[in-house]
């Protein structure tokens, strides 16, 4: 009797018979690696491990992540077929569904035992091998400006910073001519501080998904001091020590790092917020730092010794901005959710002294005074707020402003506060009454349109023959 043979092409080579099954050695390097470089790497990296799962080795991917181990014995117990078929949530890949041939070798590598073929911790995914995201050029139909993501005056008031698209502009806040321009900055500057003896100035940003960049300046002669490159995404907050000798910064890689400002170094990397952290701070005291994140969640660090001393709860939503007070014992921040929270803080505990609806959308940022007597806040709602720092109370509320506002600075003798836009306009406000005083940057004017002349018509021609 003549056998006949069926092939059962899944990807991995199964070839079955009457009485007999036999399959090939799915390999962990040639078959199971690819997969999860074209599936998973995106979200999955070493440097941005989404839930704690990192595919970058063997070591990393059997580990699993805060959800525990993701393969078991068999194929049909493992959480890491279960969510890729999409039988257990979120079904993975998100927004779409990996290929039928690829979960067969998924499967069909676990039941074999999940072996590897390389070292268990060598890297077999490395960072670079995310995929790069593809940014569309849209171009303008009229002028514009960059935005304005920090503002920073000077203690002596000759100055305003003013950070935009690669480039810090010194400006003159009395006539609006710009003294200086810092420039070569890689992408978006996110935070400008002046340190506190006034001699330098950080300012924060770096490109996206790619790494954090601050550069620090030499006010009196404009030039760069040092370039400090660091993170694994752009950073969005720095604050100086009161001493001037070390700086702290807040990614979006989820960490925050001291660095000493004199070598470059990074002297520590702190480590506890579950997601994006937008704001730091230091303490005037120089002995806490503050930080708030898009895990909701406001902490307070020990800086000597780099360690969580406690968290503030009570936001909905993103913390993107921090200030303290003047005498260090109370600590404002804003976010997403909208209110402005005030917390009673010290090196032991903290608790809500305060929280009132600050605006009617994002709450960008908040500052203090110099003298710590007024608060500022800047939203979405393209409204500017200025408040009594004692009791809460909003003294002055300057709405209607053309875009949302994403920056704000109160001049050294509280007479004053800027505010910059999303439209990469710069005005100053008067403190006592809130009406405007001056614009250091405006919209440029729209090109006035062509009017092509018409011909004239026979009519029109004759008359003036005659």
């Given at each position: 009797?003549?056998?006949?043979?069926?092939?059962?092409?899944?990807?991995?080579?199964?070839?079955?018979?009457?009485?007999?099954?036999?399959?090939?050695?799915?390999?962990?390097?040639?078959?199971?690696?690819?997969?999860?470089?074209?599936?998973?790497?995106?979200?999955?990296?070493?440097?941005?491990?989404?839930?704690?799962?990192?595919?970058?080795?063997?070591?990393?991917?059997?580990?699993?992540?805060?959800g525990?181990?993701?393969?078991?014995?068999?194929?049909?117990?493992?959480r890491?077929?279960?969510?890729?078929?999409?039988t257990?949530?979120?079904?993975?890949?998100?927004?779409?569904?990996?290929?039928?041939?690829?979960?067969?070798?998924i499967?069909?590598?676990?039941?074999?035992?999940?072996?590897?073929?390389?070292?268990?911790?060598?890297?077999?995914?490395?960072?670079?091998?995310?995929?790069?995201v593809?940014?569309?050029?849209?171009?303008?139909?009229?002028?514009?400006?960059?935005?304005?993501?920090?503002?920073?005056?000077?203690?002596?008031?000759?100055?305003?910073?003013?950070?935009?698209y690669?480039?810090?502009?010194?400006?003159?806040?009395?006539?609006?001519?710009?003294?200086?321009?810092?420039?070569?900055?890689?992408?978006?500057?996110?935070?400008?501080?002046?340190?506190?003896?006034?001699?330098?100035l950080?300012?924060?940003?770096?490109?996206?998904?790619?790494?954090?960049?601050?550069?620090?300046?030499?006010?009196?002669?404009?030039?760069?001091?040092?370039?400090?490159?660091g993170?694994?995404?752009?950073?969005?907050?720095?604050?100086?020590?009161?001493d001037?000798?070390?700086?702290?910064?807040?990614?979006?890689d989820?960490?925050?790092?001291?660095w000493?400002?004199a070598?470059?170094?990074?002297v520590?990397?702190?480590?506890?917020?579950?997601?994006a952290?937008?704001?730091?701070?230091?303490?005037?005291?120089?002995?806490?730092?503050?930080?708030?994140?898009?895990?909701?969640?406001?902490?307070?660090?020990?800086?000597?010794?780099?360690?969580?001393?406690?968290?503030?709860?009570?936001?909905?939503?993103?913390?993107?901005?921090?200030?303290?007070?003047?005498?260090?014992?109370?600590l404002?921040?804003?976010?997403?959710?909208?209110?402005?929270r005030?917390?009673?803080?010290?090196?032991?505990?903290?608790?809500?002294?305060?929280?009132?609806?600050?605006?009617?959308?994002?709450?960008?940022e908040?500052?203090?005074?110099?003298?710590g007597?007024?608060?500022?806040?800047?939203?979405?709602?393209?409204?500017?707020k200025v408040?009594?720092?004692?009791?809460?109370?909003?003294?002055?509320?300057?709405?209607?402003?053309?875009?949302?506002?994403?920056s704000?600075?109160?001049?050294?003798?509280?007479?004053?506060?800027?505010?910059?836009?999303?439209?990469?306009?710069?005005?100053?406000?008067?403190v006592a009454?809130?009406?405007?005083?001056?614009?250091?940057?405006?919209?440029?004017k729209?090109?006035?349109?062509?009017?092509?002349?018409?011909?004239?018509?026979?009519?029109?021609?004759?008359?003036?023959?005659?």
């Amino acid at each position: 009797m003549r056998l006949v043979h069926v092939s059962l092409v899944l990807g991995l080579g199964v070839i079955a018979s009457p009485g007999v099954a036999r399959a090939q050695t799915v390999s962990f390097s040639k078959d199971i690696v690819p997969i999860m470089k074209e599936q998973c790497v995106k979200c999955h990296s070493a440097r941005q491990p989404t839930g704690g799962f990192a595919v970058s080795s063997y070591a990393a991917l059997v580990k699993g992540g805060k959800g525990g181990k993701l393969i078991a014995a068999k194929a049909a117990d493992s959480r890491l077929v279960k969510l890729i078929e999409g039988t257990a949530q979120p079904k993975m890949p998100p927004g779409g569904s990996m290929k039928k041939e690829d979960i067969a070798k998924i499967r069909a590598w676990i039941d074999q035992g999940a072996k590897p073929d390389v070292a268990p911790d060598a890297v077999v995914i490395p960072d670079t091998a995310i995929p790069p995201v593809k940014v569309p050029v849209v171009k303008p139909k009229v002028p514009v400006l960059p935005q304005v993501g920090a503002l920073a005056w000077s203690k002596d008031s000759k100055m305003l910073a003013v950070g935009t698209y690669k480039v810090v502009k010194l400006i003159d806040p009395a006539n609006g001519q710009v003294i200086r321009e810092l420039k070569d900055h890689s992408d978006v500057i996110h935070s400008l501080h002046f340190s506190p003896d006034g001699k330098l100035l950080a300012a924060a940003g770096g490109p996206p998904a790619q790494q954090g960049e601050i550069k620090i300046w030499d006010v009196a002669t404009g030039n760069v001091v040092r370039t400090i490159l660091g993170h694994n995404d752009y950073i969005y907050s720095c604050s100086w020590s009161p001493d001037s000798k070390t700086i702290a910064s807040a990614s979006y890689d989820k960490l925050i790092k001291i660095w000493d400002v004199a070598t470059g170094n990074e002297v520590k990397t702190l480590k506890d917020h579950a997601d994006a952290v937008y704001a730091v701070a230091f303490s005037p005291d120089g002995n806490l730092l503050a930080s708030g994140s898009a895990d909701r969640s406001v902490k307070m660090w020990d800086v000597k010794s780099g360690k969580r001393i406690y968290t503030l709860s009570g936001h909905g939503d993103i913390v993107f901005s921090l200030a303290w007070n003047k005498a260090g014992n109370q600590l404002s921040s804003t976010g997403a959710d909208k209110t402005l929270r005030t917390w009673n803080v010290n090196p032991q505990a903290g608790n809500q002294a305060r929280s009132v609806g600050a605006a009617g959308k994002t709450v960008n940022e908040v500052v203090y005074s110099l003298d710590g007597t007024l608060m500022a806040t800047v939203s979405d709602d393209k409204s500017l707020k200025v408040w009594n720092a004692g009791n809460g109370q909003a003294t002055q509320t300057i709405a209607n402003q053309a875009d949302s506002l994403l920056s704000v600075a109160i001049s050294p003798d509280n007479k004053l506060v800027a505010a910059g836009g999303f439209d990469g306009t710069v005005k100053i406000f008067n403190v006592a009454d809130g009406k405007p005083v001056n614009t250091l940057i405006d919209l440029p004017k729209a090109p006035e349109p062509k009017v092509e002349a018409k011909p004239a018509t026979p009519a029109k021609a004759e008359a003036k023959k005659g």
